[in-house]
């Protein structure tokens, strides 16, 4: 059973920045993948970015150039830097992780983006 926490979410203004942080209890290498998400009250949860096993990542086009994902072997973190924030990037963020056939999400952070 694998274990996330997530930290970092707040309220911050439009054009400012937060980092989101996952803590990953195991080797974030062992997972096939490991991603975010969001969900906006009312709206679906829907992928933002997304990091494989080697490297390779993806992102939302609603995002793309702005958020920035990464992980930390080390520490079995994984990030997400979110800069130039806009009001409607307000949602619930959830890590979510890929492991065999087994997928595991976060309590979620709340990130509240003022105009």
């Known amino acids: 059973q694998v274990q996330l926490v997530e930290s970092g979410g707040g309220l911050v203004q439009a054009g400012g920045s937060l980092r989101l942080s996952c803590a990953v209890s195991g080797s974030i290498f062992s997972m096939n993948a490991l991603g975010w998400h969001r969900q906006a009250p009312g709206k679906p949860r829907e992928l933002v970015a997304i990091?494989?096993?080697?490297?390779?990542?993806n992102y939302a086009d609603f995002v793309k150039g702005r958020f920035t994902i990464s992980r930390d072997g080390a520490k079995n973190t994984l990030y997400l830097q979110m800069n130039s924030l806009k009001p409607e990037d307000t949602a619930v963020y959830y890590c979510?992780?890929?492991?065999?056939?087994?997928?595991?999400w976060g309590q979620g952070t709340q990130v509240t983006v003022s105009s």
């Open positions: 990091i494989t096993s080697g490297g390779t990542t």
């Open positions: 979510n992780v890929i492991q065999g056939r087994s997928s595991y």
